[in-house]
């Protein structure tokens, strides 16, 4: 993706950015890169945003809306509860009326097509999460980048990669689900590749942003004791032995049919990531 005006990254004024759901793991990616603007990430405490903006949030140029319900299996026992934060809180987001980045998810997909999606695909989810993401992305208003995206992990948080590092040192074997498929994608490769897609003036509309190349959960996890030196071998089970409660597609892969960032392949987004955790140990 090109810079529609590179000049002006040099001698633009450092905007007043907002970010929501600040205590989330894309939203502290976000901060780093989006620290030669003047930043402020609110967590739930500061803004609940199943409620209007309070007046403290004040103007902000740009809002990076991270803020959501994210427990998947969760949501089928509250689907409004989801809706509320999901559906709500983007539409309270847009409502400060300045541009708005939108995070989605690659369950919106339903998987059925059994490829990878691009941006024109039809959404159909299959889960109560799902569901809310896809109405939030309708509550976007006229000026967001709705970036969908797709399994992420960071070094804060919880995520899948810290999930398998905690068992990796302590079992011999740990059961993986090896019939789904997606893109694992690094907090700090998004944000980067967020970074980017607002810097270069890309229209606004739906954009995946996904790690390069795809795996399974059991590839993943393989792939991360490797990484990790664990020695942790992977049981390989289907989605049917692990028995979560929500739905899932069972092929999610994400990429883009439009002149979107790329992002590094998932191995690479893997390696990155564990070097920013041992940094912080
Ligand atoms: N995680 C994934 O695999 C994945 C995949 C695709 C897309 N996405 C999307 O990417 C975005 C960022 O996800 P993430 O992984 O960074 O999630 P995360 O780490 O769970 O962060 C979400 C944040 O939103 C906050 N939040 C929840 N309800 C809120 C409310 N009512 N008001 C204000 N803040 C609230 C949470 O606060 P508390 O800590 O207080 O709950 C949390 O800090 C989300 O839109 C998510 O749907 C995530």
């Known amino acids: 993706m090109e ?14 950015v907002l970010i929501t759901g600040g205590g989330g793991q894309l939203a502290g990616a976000l901060a780093t890169v989006f620290a030669g603007d003047v930043v402020r990430a609110l967590s739930r405490v500061d803004w609940d ?15 990076l809306h991270t803020a959501a319900w994210t427990n998947v299996d969760g949501a089928e026992d509250d689907p409004q509860g989801a809706a509320e934060v999901n559906v709500g809180g983007t539409t309270h987001a847009a409502e400060l009326g300045a541009p708005i980045v939108a995070y989605s998810s690659d369950y919106v997909f339903d998987g059925r097509k059994g490829a ?6 039809s959404p159909s989810p299959l889960s109560a999460y799902g569901r ?11 000026r967001a980048w709705i970036v969908r995206s797709s399994w ?12 398998m590092l905690r068992l990796g040192a302590d ?17 700090g490769d998004l944000a980067a590749a967020s ?5 270069a003036g890309a229209p606004f509309g739906v954009w995946h942003l996904a790690a390069g190349g795809d795996c399974t959960w059991a590839d993943f996890a393989e ?23 929500a739905p899932r597609p069972a092929v999610s892969i994400l990429r883009s049919e439009k002149d979107a960032p790329q992002l590094p392949h998932w191995r690479e987004g893997l390696a990155a990531c564990l070097a920013a955790l041992a940094e912080t140990r």
């Open 49 to 63: 945003v199943r409620f209007p903006a309070p007046p403290e949030v004040g103007e902000p140029q740009l809002v």
């Open 223 to 245: 792939a991360i004791f490797e990484e990790a030196g664990l020695d942790c071998r992977v049981k390989r089970i289907t989605t049917a032995e692990f028995g979560a409660k």
């Open 195 to 199: 970074h980017e897609l607002v810097e």
């Open 116 to 121: 990878p999606y691009v941006e024109s695909d």
């Open 171 to 187: 079992r011999d074997e740990v059961a993986v689900v090896a019939d789904q498929r997606g893109c694992p994608t690094y907090v």
């Open 3 to 16: 810079h529609s005006d590179t000049h002006s990254l040099v001698t633009r004024q450092r905007r007043r």
């Open 152 to 163: 992420l992990y960071g070094p804060t948080g919880h995520n899948f990669l810290k999930t």
């Open 132 to 142: 809310s993401k896809f109405h939030g992305e309708a509550a976007t208003g006229e």
